[in-house]
């Protein structure tokens, strides 16, 4: 489809949605390795509005997330920030974010990077037919995830391997609430900022 990794000229966004709470170094490790695999000009980070993959248990402020991410990404010049998601306002839909990108950004070639766990429900995902011609897709590995390809459409998913890295979001709440440290597993800025605002003190 016209989205496909090679069109001379064009240029190539990548995007990682999330709902980076927190932001941790799993996520800009991925972001880093596709960006450099796949020849990427710049990755923005779009954190999500209120998730609705996630409505078992309370999400972080938007603003907190938000804030996190910019962070956590300010000091690489191909990281940026998207607050389309949060400002739309209601349940993100990866359909929405991809409309609004390839609006905001003519003559752009997008490719959506998302963990190997997710892209394998890509096909319960709303509209996913329109996904496929918005944009191509990067299933990134990690530990204890592997992908069955079954029935995704040929050409418009590639699968990339991450150096391992076995950190989720969830173990760094976990651990923040239990006391124990986060240094090393999120940037230094976010392990303030989770102090500062003291999230996931009381999970
Ligand atoms: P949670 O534990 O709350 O589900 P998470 O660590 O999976 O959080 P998300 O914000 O849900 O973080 O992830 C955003 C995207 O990054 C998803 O596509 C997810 O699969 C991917 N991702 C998360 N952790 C890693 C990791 N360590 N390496 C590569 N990709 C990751
Ligand atoms: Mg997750």
């Given at each position: ?5 090679s069109r ?16 941790h170094?799993?996520h ?7 960006a450099?695999?796949?020849?990427l000009?710049?990755v923005?980070?779009?954190p ?7 409505s ?5 402020a938007?603003?907190?997330?938000y ?28 359909v ?9 950004n003519p ?5 959506f990077i998302?963990g190997?766990?997710?892209?394998a429900q890509?096909?319960t995902?709303?509209d ?5 011609s918005?944009?191509?897709f990067?299933?990134?590995t990690r530990?204890?995830?592997h992908?069955t ?12 391997e991450v150096?391992a890295?076995a950190?989720?979001?969830?173990d760094?709440?976990a ?13 230094d800025?976010?392990v303030?900022?989770i102090?500062?605002r ?6």
């Open positions: 489809p016209g989205s496909g990794p001379p000229g064009k240029r190539r966004l990548g995007v990682m949605g999330g709902t980076f709470d927190p932001i170094h799993g800009l490790v991925a972001a880093s390795e596709v450099a695999q796949f020849h000009d710049e923005v980070f779009v999500t509005g209120q998730p609705w993959q996630k078992h248990r309370a999400v972080s938007a603003e907190d997330r804030l996190m991410t910019v962070i956590a990404t300010a000091e690489n010049p191909q990281f940026s920030v998207s607050r389309i998601d949060i400002d739309r306002g209601g349940p993100t839909y990866t929405d974010t991809l409309r609004d990108l390839r609006a905001l003559d752009t070639d997008l490719f998302t190997a766990d997710a892209l890509i096909l995902w709303r996913s037919e329109e996904l496929f918005l944009a191509h990067i299933g990134v530990p204890g995830h992908l390809d079954a029935g995704l459409p040929e050409g418009g998913v590639s699968l990339v150096p890295l950190i989720s979001s969830t760094c709440r651990r923040v609430a239990k006391g124990e440290p986060v240094w090393y597993l999120v940037p800025g976010v303030r900022y102090a500062k003291e999230l996931y003190r009381g999970e």
